[in-house]
């Protein structure tokens, strides 16, 4: 079955380490997207990538890092940087172009204590 | 600055009742809408989508939400509620790139 997966579905760490969320898509999209949910604020955009080997900060980028070396993965790294770390992660794919949508990963729960 | 401004955080309804949720949004361009929902436990899905063309659009599970430009909005409605669409539900828009903007999302409770 196509589609994203992201593993794992709920993640501890420690405060002061550094945690990589893995986002892995079989449906031959070029874009993906990372997204953080808080409870009262929807989602809201971290980093995006149109294409292999290139990434654009979203909105909220800060404490946060990318890589993009195959079009099927795009893994999430949260720093020690990253102030409130603890929230609920979702990763997107889509085709690149205007009128497409985005499909969405079942997301991590990460929980920094 | 781009937004998208969701006018109920929660909802609750008996089953049967019929369903409004309001969504505004502020973008400088033309603009693609989504509504997407949420079930306890599970993921993110796409319940519609207006890019063009007729601006009432019919989604998944008996939904449906109509463009007003004029308004900048894009409600969604369901003319009879059952329990299971009892979910959080979520507006967004996009505009390039595919970058969705969310609104604060909705937590919709149906009693049975």
């Known amino acids: 079955d196509g589609g994203i997966t992201q593993s794992p579905k709920y993640l501890f760490r420690k405060e002061g380490q550094n945690v990589t969320l893995s986002c892995e898509q079989n449906?031959?999209?070029?874009?993906m997207y990372w997204y953080r949910q808080d409870p009262g604020q929807g989602l809201r955009l971290i980093y995006y990538?149109?294409?292999?080997?290139?990434?654009q900060k979203g909105d909220i980028a800060e404490g946060y890092s990318v890589s993009r070396e195959k079009k099927e993965s795009f893994p999430l790294t949260v720093t020690s940087a990253q102030k409130n770390p603890t929230a609920f992660y979702l990763c997107?794919?889509?085709?690149?172009?205007?009128?497409?949508?985005?499909?969405f990963g079942q997301g991590t729960r990460l929980t920094v204590v | 600055a781009q937004s998208v401004s969701q006018h109920n955080h929660h909802v609750i309804l008996s089953e049967a009742a019929s369903l409004e949720l309001g969504c505004n949004y502020s973008?400088?361009?033309?603009?693609?809408l989504f509504w997407y929902v949420q079930y306890p436990g599970q993921h993110l899905q796409l319940l519609l989508k207006y890019f063009s063309g007729d601006p009432l659009v019919k989604g998944i599970k008996g939904f449906e939400a109509e463009f007003i430009k004029s308004k900048f909005s894009f409600n969604l409605r369901k003319p009879s509620v059952q329990w299971s669409d009892t979910a959080e539900y979520f507006c967004a828009i996009s505009g390039g790139y595919n970058k969705l903007i969310f609104g604060a999302g909705t937590r919709l409770a149906v009693h049975p």
């Open positions: 973008y400088g361009g033309t603009v693609n």
């Open positions: 449906l031959n999209h070029d874009a």
């Open positions: 990538s149109q294409i292999v080997n290139d990434f």
């Open positions: 997107a794919s889509s085709y690149p172009e205007r009128n497409t949508e985005a499909f």
